[in-house]
């Protein structure tokens, strides 16, 4: 019998619509060698890594009549050059022209008659550079085993590791006939679930998010913020079909020097810059920023799972906790800002189940694809009245990765929207820096270009803080 979709999983189809594509990405840069990565090596490197990811050959078959949630079955027609495509900038190859093109990609929902995935290669970038973009649907990310098909192509070393040749042959796909007899036979042994299924699949897909969304993680660790209505900002509107995208880069070794001289996380740190970064955004937007004003935030963190549970990834669990922080942009010290986001997220983790940076990088390699997708999948379990953004950030690597012999420069992540959130921030850490992607509505937020700006000011202003 096929693998049938995890409830959880199955929700995430359910949830989709033409305003809120439930799909996660990445954008990574690359420096190209002298050989070139190109197209054709690009096709290549994933055809010989994808048997490492048997999912991202897999597509979603429905069961007539919903009788049971989906199953995943073999792509008998299987074509890796549909799913990695190619595109190209126009000169001079800027940022703004690599965010604009993100933006339009992103915006257009995966073809569910094929497996969940899209990757593009962007060429024509400023010093002869190359990008390369990943999407995948939330419903593929299951746990931290189910890596990103984006880190499968990385090595650490410019010489690709060797991967042993695999011959796959697709199982057929079953017939209607065959999943309704499955699905009947399974009604028999759970009574009940046939009925759930149907009403689920129909009408109330959210209900179903809300019964099942234990499984990835505790998703509110304080009582009284949940109950509580979020602020009041610009940025819970309802929101369009089409995005904007606009990224921020600083150094990691500012932020360890904030950390060092406060005596808090670089995580902390990271809520301060951004609680400035949107302080100074509101302001220029003429929005009224009163002292006590606070915009709340979803900040997804990995946690530990059982103590004495192994897990396919080795020494963790997949479990992903989010947490609700009120982000203090009426507040104009800095210092203050940061005192009181450490505050926060202290009461949030004293139990000490969160899990460190160093260990999450040892989870499966480069790690933040998969961890960005488990923190927008905990965020769309989530009422949207109690929180007004995303923020999620996972550390990656401090050392360089090879993709065909070119080495990662960059990497920002793409979180997706929910239903109205106008704004979601991903920012990953690599190689001695801190790469914030802001996904933005694109008639919500034209000056989402404008916040990703206020990241430096903001840092500017902690790093005043610091002597020595």
């Avoid at 059982?306 to 989010?322: A, F, K, M, Q, Y």
Wanted: hydrophobic share 45%; proline share 7%.
């Amino acid at each position: 019998m096929p693998p049938r979709l995890s409830a959880l999983d199955a929700s995430f189809l359910y949830l989709e619509s033409s305003t809120t594509p439930m799909h996660v990405g990445a954008v990574a840069v690359f420096e190209r060698p002298e050989d070139g990565l190109d197209y054709e090596r690009l096709v290549e490197l994933v055809e010989q890594r994808i048997a490492m990811v048997p999912r991202y050959r897999q597509k979603v078959r429905h069961v007539p009549g919903n009788l049971a949630r989906p199953v995943w079955i073999d792509d008998v027609d299987f074509d890796v050059a549909f799913h990695v495509r190619r595109s190209a900038l126009p000169k001079p190859g800027s940022d703004a022209q690599l965010t604009e093109l993100v933006a339009r990609l992103m915006s257009r929902p995966l073809d569910h008659s094929r497996p969940l995935w899209e990757m593009y290669l962007v060429e024509g970038l400023s010093d002869g550079r190359v990008a390369v973009l990943t999407k995948t649907h939330q419903a593929m990310v299951d746990g931290i085993s189910a890596i990103d098909i984006g880190q499968v192509i990385l090595d650490v070393s410019p010489n690709p590791r060797p991967v042993p040749e695999e011959l796959w042959m697709p199982r057929n796909e079953p017939t209607g006939a065959q999943l309704v007899l499955e699905a009947l036979a399974e009604s028999v042994a759970q009574p009940g679930v046939l009925v759930e299924n149907v009403r689920a699949a129909a009408t109330d897909a959210v209900a179903t998010v809300g019964k099942i969304v234990g499984a990835a993680g505790q998703l509110l660790s304080m009582a009284w913020a949940a109950s509580r209505k979020a602020p009041g900002t610009p940025l819970n509107v309802e929101i369009s079909t089409q995005r904007r995208f606009a990224i921020a880069r600083n150094s990691l070794d500012d932020y360890r020097r904030i950390r060092a001289a406060h005596g808090c996380t670089v995580n902390d740190v990271v809520l301060s810059v951004i609680a400035g970064a949107l302080r100074a955004w509101l302001m220029t937007r003429g929005e009224p920023v009163t002292a006590g004003a606070t915009v709340r935030a979803m900040v997804p963190l990995s946690v530990r799972g059982e103590p004495d549970v192994p897990t396919s990834s080795g020494s963790l669990g997949n479990r992903v906790s989010s947490f609700l922080v009120d982000l203090p942009v009426g507040e104009p010290s800095p210092v203050v800002r940061l005192h009181q986001v450490t505050h926060a997220m202290r009461e949030h983790t004293a139990g000490g189940q969160s899990v460190g940076a160093d260990a999450l990088v040892r989870i499966g390699g480069f790690a933040p694809p998969t961890l960005h997708a488990l923190g927008a999948r905990a965020a769309n379990g989530i009422s949207k009245r109690i929180f007004n953004l995303v923020v999620s950030n996972v550390p990656g690597p401090q050392f360089p990765l090879y993709a065909a012999s070119a080495r990662m420069k960059e990497m920002f992540p793409v979180v997706p929207l929910a239903k109205g959130q106008a704004l979601a921030i991903g920012l990953t850490s690599y190689d001695g820096g801190i790469y914030y992607g802001f996904n933005g509505d694109r008639d919500a937020m034209p000056d989402v270009d404008v916040l990703a700006g206020m990241v430096d000011e903001s840092l500017e202003e902690l790093l005043g803080t610091v002597t020595g």
